[in-house]
């Protein structure tokens, strides 16, 4: 496994779609998070016909939003981590992290909190934390999902995880 592939599966997770006869799409507003992504398929699938907007990146291979969309589900409410991933190294669950987290998560000096409204993949990323030794708290909503949010000493960890250094406590 390597970074590039982690941080992809954790965009996709968060902010994708694919199906076998559509283009997979990852979406972000922020133009650092699009080259990023970008980046990461270029690495993962050097020479990949790719489509960068404003709002999204557009990867054209029917077999890579077919392997995708199996890999990790289709829309929102099936998402899930698969064992592969859950049970993979640190760094990898590290990167894996800081796409899953660029896309649903928020962080800030005060909380720290990741909304899904899979179930599969909030329970996949509690235990992910809890690899890390992160207990998150868990709130759920019929309307709203699925959060889990972190407070005090826990938000420095995961910042520390997912790199964001003007994170400051």
């Not at 640190?90 to 005060?110: F, P, Q, R, V």
């Not at 934390?129 to 019929?142: A, H, K, T």
Request: a positive charge; hydrophobic letters at 40%.
């Amino acid at each position: 496994l390597t970074p590039e592939f982690c941080r992809l599966a954790g965009y996709f997770i968060s902010e994708g779609y694919g199906s076998s006869n559509r283009a997979l799409s990852i979406a972000s507003y922020s133009s650092t998070i699009r080259e990023d992504v970008a980046l990461c398929f270029e690495k993962v699938f050097p020479g990949i016909h790719l489509n960068i907007t404003k709002k999204e990146v557009l990867c054209y291979s029917r077999l890579v939003s077919e392997i995708f969309s199996t890999m990790f589900g289709t829309y929102a409410k099936n998402k899930f981590i698969p064992s592969f991933l859950l049970n993979a190294d640190l760094i990898s669950i590290k990167h894996l992290l800081k796409g899953l987290w660029a896309g649903d998560g928020c962080i800030s000096n005060e909380r720290a909190a990741y909304k899904t409204i899979s179930e599969d993949l909030a329970n996949s990323l509690i235990f992910i934390l809890l690899r890390f030794r992160i207990v998150p708290n868990i709130q759920y909503s019929e309307k709203y999902g699925i959060q889990l949010s972190l407070r005090g000493k826990t938000i420095k960890q995961l910042a520390e995880i997912l790199d964001a250094k003007e994170i400051v406590i």
